[in-house]
């Protein structure tokens, strides 16, 4: 049992395959090996019959050279015959033909086995000093031999190459199959499920890759419900506050009518008024935005010329604001309530976070494609790193302040301005910080 388990890891798979892939090649290597010798063999033998005259005759000669110049091994293994005999190489040995001890130094010196060319012209030679041997090897034999060498092993590293390839195919296309499938996953369909194949680390990961996008899936489905719950909530709290607080303002406002301002009780109750009138901005952006986030907003879209509704807009407001437009014409496509709404906000905020004393700046720049609407006002609000965070809800700038801001100011405008199909940007540079609305130019007549 414990060895069947063993086999089922990917370490002992991928080993198997490469012992596999090894013992193959090498057999075919051996093979080949084997018909290069009788290649070898079989061209020597050839040569020998066609040259065996002159082989006779050059035999001859290096005899009587060295018989005639008295040579003693040593000055015959020192002597060059290459002027002589330019296709041959020639060695010369004491008469001892299989000793290690004498052909250890010539098998290190020569690239290819001395026993594969010994029969070419094996003979004994008598040296002044000792019995020997004169091997005589054809150097076309041994290029031959040399040629046919490398490329057995060429053929062998090919042959490795392709079997290792076929034995590993398997393994890589099922890798390929996870890969496809992590991609499905994580792009398409959580519940996607990878075939599990076999039983290694390979097809643990699919598995656990499957596992995962369950409960991914799970988790995802989960939060969307909680979110739902927790905007069904924010909307029911904020529907339900909103009568109640009707009725304290009515009361206080009655209270606060029946008061004389010298009276004592006058400053508490314009308190509580101010406070109340907070509450019931907070609550009603609260409302606003969790029906926003819910999609639960119905508009009405009608092409406007936004240079006209801008000019409305700044008339009613009791603080300045430079109003400047490059264009008398401006069409888009919008909600005119909830555009009111969203200029409304950024004009209030710039007011709020104004430097005192420096003004609010609004333009109007049209190009063929969009309309783009900035309001921008100078801060000592240091906003570095802030940036991303100040369309998220309930989130100021000033956070430690204690200040009149809901913090979903933003997150509405941002809102608003997406799903009626515009896009809504914010830009803070040199203690300058400019909202940025750009809507599509819209197919108006008039424009």
């Given at each position: 049992m414990w060895i069947k388990n063993i086999t089922k890891t990917l370490y002992l798979i991928i080993l198997t395959r490469i012992f596999i892939a090894t013992i193959i090649c090498v057999c075919i290597?051996?093979?080949?090996?084997?018909?290069?010798?009788?290649?070898?063999?079989?061209?020597?033998?050839?040569?020998?019959e066609k040259q065996s005259t002159l082989h006779e005759t050059m035999v001859k000669e290096i005899r009587d050279k060295i018989n005639i110049n008295h040579w003693t091994l040593s000055q015959a293994q020192n002597e060059d015959f290459t002027n002589d005999y330019p296709d041959y190489y020639i060695f010369f040995f004491s008469d001892v033909p299989y000793s290690d001890e004498i052909y250890t130094d010539f098998y290190e010196e020569q690239e290819y086995p001395l026993e594969k060319f010994k029969r070419s012209i094996f003979n004994n030679i008598k040296f002044a000093d000792v019995e020997g041997i004169a091997i005589i090897i054809i150097k076309d034999a041994k290029i031959f031999y040399d040629v046919y060498y490398i490329g057995a092993w060429v053929v062998t590293l090919i042959i490795f190459f392709f079997i290792t390839m076929q034995l590993f195919k398997p393994i890589i296309a099922y890798i390929e199959k996870i890969e496809k499938g992590i991609n499905i996953i994580a792009q398409e369909d959580m519940l996607y499920k990878i075939p599990v194949v076999g039983k290694n680390e390979l097809s643990r990961l699919a598995d656990d890759i499957n596992h995962m996008g369950s409960m991914l899936y799970e988790k995802q489905e989960k939060d969307k419900r909680t979110e739902l719950s927790k905007k069904i909530l924010i909307t029911n709290v904020s529907h339900d506050l909103r009568?109640?607080?009707?009725?304290?303002?009515?009361?206080?406002?009655?209270?606060?009518?029946?008061?004389?301002?010298?009276?004592?009780?006058?400053?508490?109750?314009?308190?509580?008024?101010?406070?109340?009138?907070?509450?019931?901005?907070?609550?009603?952006?609260?409302?606003?935005?969790?029906?926003?986030?819910?999609y639960d907003v119905s508009l009405n879209m009608v092409d406007i010329d936004a240079y006209v509704i801008l000019r409305q807009i700044i008339e009613l407001k009791k603080y300045y604001v430079h109003f400047e437009a490059l264009v008398e014409k401006a069409y888009i496509t919008v909600d005119v309530n909830q555009f009111h709404r969203t200029i409304d906000n950024l004009l209030d905020n710039a007011e709020k976070y104004r430097i005192p004393g420096s003004d609010i700046y609004l333009k109007v720049i049209k190009s063929e494609d969009n309309v783009l609407i900035t309001i921008s006002n100078k801060t000592d609000s240091d906003l570095t790193g802030k940036m991303e965070f100040l369309t998220k809800r309930l989130y100021t700038a000033d956070m430690d302040k204690k200040t009149d801001s809901t913090g979903l100011g933003l997150s509405i405008v941002n809102e608003l301005t997406k799903q009626m199909g515009g896009k809504f940007e914010i830009d803070y540079v040199d203690d300058t910080f400019t909202g940025k609305l750009i809507f599509p130019t819209a197919n108006s007549i008039y424009k």
């Open positions: 290597f051996e093979i080949l090996n084997w018909t290069i010798d009788l290649a070898v063999s079989y061209q020597s033998n050839i040569y020998m009568t109640p607080l009707t009725s304290i303002l009515g009361y206080i406002g009655l209270i606060k009518e029946n008061m004389l301002p010298s009276d004592k009780s006058y400053e508490y109750v314009s308190i509580a008024e101010k406070n109340s009138l907070r509450l019931e901005k907070l609550i009603n952006d609260l409302f606003m935005y969790s029906k926003l986030v819910s």
